[in-house]
C-alpha cells in the first residue's frame, strides 16, 4: 500500500465533497502531528513546525512554497522567527481533500530533511 507521500495528487473538482469524519480519521495516522482546525466555518490542516531561528524557518517556508508550486496545491503559509504555521486545505471545495493530507505528509518529510540537513525528501 502506497503512503500518502507517494501518492499524487489528484485534480479536484469545485462538486466534489469534502472528506467525511471515517475518512480524516483514516489518513489522520499518518499525518499525526497536524490537527484538524476550523477557520471561517472551513476545516483546514494545521501544523507548527519549529526552527532555531528565522533563516531557518524562511529556508522551510520556501521549501514548501516550492513544493506547493509544483503540486499546483497552495497552503497558507506563516513564517515568524523560529516557527512556520503551514495550513492545508483546497480552496475549491471549501474544506478537506485528500490532497490536503498528502501535502502535509509531504510538507513532514520537507521537516524531516531540513532537521537532519539532507534533501527534501518529498
Request: some cysteine; aromatic content about 8%.
Amino acid at each position: 500500500m502506497k503512503t500518502l507521500r507517494q501518492i499524487k495528487c489528484t485534480a479536484c473538482r469545485a462538486d466534489e465533497p469534502t472528506l467525511t469524519e471515517t475518512e480524516i480519521t483514516g489518513l489522520m495516522p499518518q499525518t499525526p502531528d497536524w490537527r484538524v482546525v476550523e477557520h471561517d466555518g472551513i476545516r483546514r490542516l494545521e501544523r507548527v513546525f519549529g526552527f532555531a531561528d528565522f533563516a531557518q524557518a524562511l529556508l522551510f517556508t520556501n521549501k514548501v512554497g516550492a513544493l506547493a508550486e509544483s503540486a499546483g496545491h497552495h497552503p497558507a503559509l506563516l513564517t515568524q522567527w523560529g516557527s512556520v504555521t503551514v495550513t492545508w486545505w483546497t480552496h475549491k471545495i471549501g474544506g478537506l481533500h485528500r490532497n490536503d493530507f498528502v501535502m502535509a505528509a509531504r510538507t513532514d518529510a520537507l521537516a524531516a530533511g531540513a532537521r537532519s540537513g539532507g534533501e527534501d525528501a518529498a
